[in-house]
């Protein structure tokens, strides 16, 4: 039984039959025809080559099919995750730059290193803090987000990021309005055509494996891209090539600011930590040197948008081409020499964030494609992780951990519903740890469990997790064999891969269910939803943001349990007078506090005591009905007790019911017991009722046959 709890796997071959294995071996292939693509467009979302996607799809699903608790979740790379990866970097590298990559493979790895924790130390249930409103609202912005920053790929047009990605969608909007490659946007059409119709009319197609393979041969044999590379004296135009140079100065700028800066930095760093160590004091250097990098950073910001304008105006250029045996000659658009005949096509500059090589101008005449695959399996090694990266990493990794997790234990979950196989969080979270870190050694970044395709797997029929097994061997074979039969696949088809993934990402009435469940839970979802839309590409804003408004809506309702005060009714059980609007009784206040009795509520308990004291001037007796009450600590027991003093000081009587086992030992210890006194702790409610009754009409002024018409007592059976 030890031996399974740490191999799952080995309790998958318990009656494993070949009959089984076939089932699973059609899944994992099912599977994989569907991972194959998609892995490679959620690659690129998360800012890296589309080739590690296939790195990110090789040992994460087999890894945490091995030593997870689900048979049929299938793990890799996702769009939620590859997006919060893409965010998180950003400020660190530029997107698909090898230091991007690094950070991405290392970013992987701490995620994998804390949820491997979290699933040994047995803490599954921190998933709990991200509540189902935050989580709706945060998901629903995401898939808005994801879904918008593919429309560049879907025009075919190049702009740069802004700070807030509703900036980045206006300067698309605003490429798109100036060129659109009409090639480019026929075929993501139709990529998006065929797959929402084959999911429709034949939903056991593979959608996006016919989708890319359809789009790639079409590619091939119509020469879709064509790009050439030429020398900048193939564009006869002074003035842009004078931009060209200007450009290449502020974008050699940057990288010399940049780097001055963070070897400076590294140095302020030293000097700090020797300050910690009591080696070295406060010094005017090290305030010289800070001062330093703040001059830096500002010359590298006037850089960097010197360098944006030039590119954007780069972009925006068009040219035309006349071809003189294999030699391209570049005009500009609708400024051409007589005489000059042209190849009829709109050619654009390819401009990226670095310097553009002179001798070797990239000339796009087409569209875009995923261009060279390396064939081979990834390097296996050990990613770059250090101190400093892992506590610079360590908070994103955190949010992505938890909303990766909450995402395949939700599936997992759903799936068992149906398999009837038993889910344990724990497991699932070492099993998603582990996915991560292997899958780091094989140069794969983040990822979790995937709706779309564990819905695949369940529905091909896979019985273990061998079928997930199966989908790994598959993509090693792709890597080693098939990677050249990727080279024409167009970028427009992968960007309508991850929007129609995305589209059942959306989920509007979760945002009427939660309003109907709690105003408040609505109001959050609300919110988390709209900060996480201002505020991306950040997306950790929006789960932050939602996480407070929970975690204070239940800290206020935690602070403010209700206290109600109870009154018969007429199926003679005692409810709130309030909500029920029942007739209370002038001497007797029975009072139910629902919660545990803390140091948070516990000056609560005696302000609505004394409200009841108010209410009631003829009030002789007060009965806490404890059976709401699970738990209790000293400020509550305390509190409980000044509450004693003062009734019996003013010559009121105290009483108890229903008191549970784990509050009345807290009572026994403290001898708040003895105070009270067992002859006032009563088992149930309508027996201390009575015995209440019965003692202040025959111990007070009171009529001694009781009041008439007495709102505890009429409906209880003499």
Same mark, same amino acid.
């Given at each position: 039984?030890?031996?399974?709890?740490?191999?799952?796997?080995?309790?998958?071959?318990?009656?494993?039959?070949?009959?089984?294995?076939?089932?699973? &071996?059609?899944?994992?292939?099912?599977?994989?025809?569907?991972?194959?693509?998609?892995? /490679?467009?959620?690659?690129?979302?998360?800012?890296?080559?589309?080739?590690?996607?296939?790195?990110?799809?090789?040992?994460?699903?087999?890894?945490?099919?091995?030593?997870?608790?689900?048979?049929? &979740? $299938?793990? $890799?790379?996702?769009?939620?995750?590859?997006?919060?990866?893409?965010?998180?970097?950003?400020?660190?590298? +530029?997107?698909?730059?090898?230091?991007?990559?690094?950070?991405?493979?290392?970013?992987?790895?701490?995620?994998?290193?804390?949820?491997?924790?979290?699933?040994?130390?047995?803490?599954?249930?921190?998933?709990?803090?991200?509540?189902?409103?935050?989580?709706?609202?945060?998901?629903?912005?995401?898939?808005?987000?994801?879904?918008?920053?593919?429309?560049?790929?879907?025009?075919?047009?190049?702009?740069?990021?802004?700070?807030?990605?509703?900036?980045?969608?206006?300067?698309?909007?605003?490429?798109?309005?100036?060129?659109?490659?009409?090639? +480019?946007?026929?075929?993501?059409?139709?990529?998006?055509?065929?797959?929402?119709?084959?999911?429709?009319?034949?939903?056991?197609?593979?959608?996006?494996?016919?989708?890319?393979?359809?789009?790639?041969?079409?590619?091939?044999?119509?020469?879709?891209?064509?790009?050439?590379?030429?020398?900048?004296?193939?564009?006869?135009?002074?003035?842009?090539?004078?931009?060209?140079?200007?450009?290449?100065?502020?974008?050699?700028?940057?990288?010399?600011?940049?780097?001055?800066?963070?070897?400076?930095?590294?140095?302020?760093?030293?000097? #700090?930590?020797?300050?910690?160590?009591?080696?070295?004091?406060?010094?005017?250097?090290?305030?010289? #040197?800070?001062?330093?990098?703040?001059?830096? +950073?500002?010359?590298?910001?006037?850089?960097?948008?010197?360098?944006?304008?030039?590119?954007?105006?780069?972009?925006? &250029?068009?040219?035309?081409?006349?071809?003189?045996?294999?030699?391209?000659?570049?005009?500009?658009?609708?400024?051409?020499?007589?005489?000059?005949?042209?190849?009829?096509?709109?050619?654009?500059?390819?401009?990226?964030?670095?310097?553009?090589?002179?001798?070797?101008?990239?000339?796009?005449?087409?569209?875009?494609?995923?261009?060279?695959?390396?064939?081979?399996?990834?390097?296996?090694?050990?990613?770059?992780?250090?101190? #400093?990266?892992?506590?610079?990493?360590?908070?994103?990794?955190?949010?992505?951990?938890?909303?990766?997790?909450?995402?395949?234990?939700?599936?997992?979950?759903? /799936?068992?519903?149906?398999?009837?196989?038993?889910?344990?969080?724990?497991?699932?979270?070492?099993?998603?740890?582990?996915?991560?870190?292997?899958?780091?050694?094989?140069?794969?970044?983040?990822?979790? $469990?995937?709706?779309?395709?564990?819905?695949?797997?369940?529905?091909?029929?896979?019985?273990?997790?061998?079928?997930?097994?199966?989908?790994?061997?598959?993509?090693?074979?792709?890597?080693?064999?098939?990677?050249?039969?990727?080279?024409?696949?167009?970028?427009?088809?992968?960007?309508?891969?991850?929007?129609?993934?995305?589209?059942?990402? &959306?989920?509007?009435? $979760?945002?009427?269910?939660?309003?109907?469940?709690?105003?408040?839970?609505?109001?959050?979802?609300?919110?988390?939803?709209?900060?996480?839309?201002?505020?991306?590409?950040?997306?950790?804003?929006?789960?932050?943001?939602?996480?407070?408004?929970?975690?204070?809506?239940?800290?206020?309702?935690?602070?403010?349990?209700?206290?109600?005060?109870?009154?018969?009714?007429?199926?003679?059980?005692?409810?709130?007078?309030?909500?029920?609007?029942?007739?209370?009784?002038?001497?007797?206040?029975?009072?139910?506090?629902?919660?545990?009795?803390?140091?948070?509520?516990?000056?609560?308990?005696?302000?609505?005591?004394?409200?009841?004291?108010?209410?009631?001037?003829?009030?002789?007796?007060?009965?806490?009905?404890?059976?709401?009450?699970?738990?209790?600590?000293?400020?509550?027991?305390?509190?409980?007790?000044?509450?004693?003093?003062?009734?019996?000081?003013?010559?009121?009587?105290?009483?108890?019911?229903?008191?549970?086992?784990?509050?009345?030992?807290?009572?026994?210890? +403290?001898?708040?017991?003895?105070?009270?006194?067992?002859?006032?702790?009563?088992?149930?409610?309508?027996?201390?009722?009575?015995?209440?009754?019965?003692?202040?009409?025959?111990?007070?002024?009171?009529?001694?046959?009781?009041?008439?018409?007495?709102?505890?007592?009429?409906?209880?059976?003499?």
């Amino acid at each position: 039984m030890l031996l399974a709890k740490i191999f799952p796997f080995i309790l998958w071959f318990k009656g494993y039959k070949g009959s089984v294995f076939k089932l699973d &071996l059609i899944a994992g292939i099912t599977v994989a025809m569907v991972l194959i693509p998609q892995s /490679m467009a959620y690659a690129q979302l998360a800012g890296l080559p589309a080739y590690y996607g296939l790195y990110a799809a090789f040992l994460p699903p087999m890894v945490a099919a091995l030593f997870g608790s689900s048979r049929q &979740l $299938g793990t $890799g790379p996702v769009a939620v995750v590859s997006l919060m990866s893409a965010a998180s970097l950003e400020p660190l590298a +530029t997107a698909g730059s090898p230091e991007f990559i690094a950070y991405s493979i290392v970013l992987a790895l701490v995620v994998g290193i804390f949820q491997f924790s979290l699933g040994v130390l047995r803490l599954g249930m921190v998933v709990n803090f991200l509540s189902h409103p935050v989580i709706n609202g945060f998901t629903n912005a995401a898939a808005i987000i994801i879904a918008s920053s593919q429309f560049s790929k879907f025009f075919g047009v190049y702009v740069d990021k802004a700070p807030h990605h509703y900036e980045t969608m206006m300067r698309v909007a605003n490429a798109v309005m100036d060129y659109t490659h009409m090639p +480019t946007l026929i075929y993501a059409i139709s990529a998006v055509t065929i797959m929402a119709l084959l999911k429709k009319f034949a939903p056991k197609v593979p959608n996006v494996l016919v989708a890319v393979l359809i789009t790639t041969v079409i590619s091939y044999f119509t020469g879709f891209n064509n790009d050439a590379t030429v020398d900048v004296s193939a564009i006869k135009d002074p003035a842009i090539n004078q931009q060209i140079t200007d450009f290449n100065v502020a974008t050699a700028l940057i990288e010399e600011h940049g780097g001055n800066r963070a070897n400076l930095g590294n140095l302020v760093d030293e000097m #700090k930590a020797e300050q910690h160590s009591g080696h070295g004091g406060a010094s005017i250097e090290l305030i010289e #040197k800070e001062a330093e990098i703040l001059v830096l +950073t500002s010359h590298m910001d006037n850089a960097k948008e010197e360098a944006h304008l030039l590119r954007k105006d780069l972009r925006h &250029l068009k040219f035309e081409a006349a071809m003189d045996g294999d030699t391209y000659t570049f005009y500009p658009k609708n400024n051409l020499p007589a005489g000059i005949e042209t190849d009829g096509k709109t050619w654009r500059l390819k401009v990226k964030n670095k310097p553009l090589d002179s001798s070797q101008l990239l000339m796009m005449g087409g569209g875009a494609i995923v261009g060279k695959v390396p064939e081979g399996l990834p390097t296996i090694s050990m990613p770059d992780l250090t101190v #400093k990266s892992f506590l610079k990493l360590l908070p994103t990794a955190i949010i992505i951990s938890l909303l990766g997790f909450m995402e395949a234990i939700a599936i997992a979950k759903a /799936m068992a519903a149906k398999t009837g196989q038993k889910i344990d969080a724990n497991q699932e979270l070492i099993g998603q740890g582990l996915a991560n870190i292997l899958g780091s050694f094989g140069s794969s970044y983040a990822v979790s $469990g995937s709706f779309s395709r564990s819905a695949v797997n369940l529905s091909a029929g896979a019985v273990t997790g061998i079928s997930s097994v199966v989908t790994s061997v598959m993509v090693v074979i792709t890597l080693l064999f098939f990677t050249p039969l990727l080279y024409h696949l167009p970028q427009a088809t992968l960007a309508a891969v991850i929007m129609m993934a995305v589209i059942g990402l &959306l989920n509007v009435k $979760g945002f009427v269910h939660a309003w109907h469940a709690q105003k408040y839970d609505g109001i959050i979802s609300v919110l988390s939803f709209m900060v996480t839309l201002y505020f991306a590409p950040h997306l950790d804003k929006g789960i932050m943001v939602g996480f407070v408004l929970s975690m204070g809506v239940f800290l206020y309702k935690s602070m403010r349990p209700v206290v109600a005060e109870l009154s018969m009714n007429e199926d003679k059980v005692l409810k709130s007078s309030e909500h029920y609007r029942l007739k209370g009784c002038r001497h007797i206040s029975v009072v139910r506090f629902d919660g545990a009795l803390f140091f948070a509520n516990a000056s609560y308990l005696d302000e609505q005591v004394a409200k009841f004291r108010t209410e009631h001037p003829d009030l002789r007796y007060i009965l806490l009905d404890a059976s709401g009450i699970n738990d209790m600590d000293a400020s509550g027991e305390e509190a409980l007790a000044m509450i004693v003093d003062r009734l019996r000081a003013a010559k009121l009587g105290f009483a108890m019911c229903g008191i549970k086992g784990q509050v009345m030992a807290v009572m026994e210890r +403290t001898h708040l017991l003895d105070k009270i006194g067992m002859d006032n702790i009563y088992s149930g409610t309508k027996s201390a009722v009575a015995a209440i009754t019965k003692e202040i009409h025959t111990s007070t002024d009171l009529p001694e046959g009781g009041c008439n018409n007495c709102p505890l007592m009429k409906h209880i059976p003499a």
